[in-house]
């Protein structure tokens, strides 16, 4: 069998999706970025510096990720004197929420098991 692909059209910039539900979804599928967006769900703002305790990653590492959730418009930035702070963006549950509700028919969920009567 011989298959013909042409390496150029599969570059990492070319395959790269500029649709933004992909990046939101594709920013939240790393559990570094997981966890990063879960501790801002329960602050208000986190200063950068902050997250290496809570991902066990070096500072640069952090920084990484933080852009690719920034990019993905996950969260927003703001300079506080010396330091960035970090928050989610205002946005995120509704685009989020928007996915969700554009997947609802693909799977169909089971009812919960009543329990203590009959079925």
Request: net charge neutral; aromatic share 4%.
């Amino acid at each position: 069998m011989l298959v013909n692909m042409d390496h150029r059209r599969y570059t990492a910039a070319k395959m790269r999706s500029v649709d933004p539900d992909v990046m939101l979804l594709s920013a939240l599928a790393d559990p570094v970025r997981l966890s990063i967006v879960r501790q801002l769900a329960e602050s208000d703002g986190i200063c950068a510096c902050d997250f290496t305790e809570c991902c066990d990653v070096s500072q640069p590492t952090v920084s990484h990720h933080l852009k690719v959730l920034r990019e993905a418009g996950v969260l927003t930035s703001e300079r506080q004197g010396t330091n960035i702070v970090y928050s989610l963006a205002p946005d995120l549950a509704r685009r989020f929420g928007g996915i969700g509700a554009s997947l609802a028919g693909l799977v169909q969920l089971d009812p919960l098991p009543r329990h203590g009567g009959a079925q």
